[in-house]
Antibody, heavy 119, light 107 residues
Framework: QVQLVQSGAEVKKPGSSVKVSCKASGGTFNTYGVSWVRQAPGQGLEWMGRIIPNFGITKYAEKFQDRVTMSADTSTTTAFMQLNSLRYEDTAVYYC????????????WGQGTTVTVSS | SYELTQPPSVSVSPGQTARITCSGDALPKQDAYWYQQKPGQAPVLVMYKDSERPSGIPERFSGSSSGTTVTLTISGVQAEDEADYFCQSADSSGTLSVFGSGTKVTV
């Protein structure tokens, strides 16, 4: 079973960028699709987009299309999510989730990374 | 943009049955997934492809689909089932995903 371990908490200023990593271990990373999901304080889950590392294919939610970049390094089995032009409302816990690349379901999740946008 | 609709809350007594619905226009052609999330924890997949239960998930959890609505049923609810539940599916093109707004189950 794949396990996902994310990078640590970040505090960023408005207008800056953040890059969160998600390292997979214990399974076949290349058969996975990795989604990024965020959760603002007290709110629900929000799907940001997905990358299929083996093919380098990305799909982004319309809301984040112009601000997010998802990438992956198959040699280190690590996925990355970079969000640019940060706003106060981007303060949230960011999760990576993994599952079979042919479907959207996420059967394994990272522990979450708290990103705080503050001046 | 595509949306999935869930009731904000469901309240149930221990031992009773909780039913959580999720409605969306593309659900007849796209698979649905359900997640349980407890405070301070990452979500856990409890149902996939509408009605398939992952290993390790108790049998009291079941899923069904009818038209534009999918339903997660928890039979014989236990106190430990108190959590937020989110459905997830894809838009009609199958290229973008979305989560429902979530349902808080109170036992």
């Amino acid at each position: 079973q794949v396990q996902l371990v994310q990078s640590g908490a970040e505090v960023k200023k408005p207008g800056s960028s953040v890059k969160v990593s998600c390292k997979a271990s214990g399974g076949t990373f290349n058969t996975y699709g990795v989604s990024w999901v965020r959760q603002a304080p007290g709110q629900g889950l929000e799907w940001m987009g997905r990358i299929i590392p083996n093919f380098g294919i990305t799909k982004y939610a319309e809301k984040f299309q112009d601000r997010v970049t998802m990438s992956a390094d198959t040699s280190t089995t690590t996925a990355f999510m970079q969000l640019n032009s940060l706003r106060y409302e981007d303060t949230a816990v960011y999760y990576c989730g993994g599952g079979n690349w042919q479907q959207f379901g996420l059967d394994v999740w990272g522990q979450g990374t708290t990103v705080t946008v503050s001046s | 943009s595509y949306e999935l609709t869930q009731p904000p809350s469901v309240s149930v007594s221990p031992g009773q049955t909780a039913r959580i619905t999720c409605s969306g226009d593309a659900l007849p052609k796209q698979d649905a997934y359900w997640y349980q999330q407890k405070p301070g924890q990452a979500p856990v997949l409890v149902m996939y492809k509408d009605s398939e239960r992952p290993s390790g998930i108790p049998e009291r959890f079941s899923g069904s689909s009818s038209g534009t609505t999918v339903t997660l049923t928890i039979s014989g609810v236990q106190a430990e089932d108190e959590a937020d539940y989110f459905c997830q599916s894809a838009d009609s093109s199958g290229t973008l995903s979305v989560f429902g707004s979530g349902t808080k189950v109170t036992v």
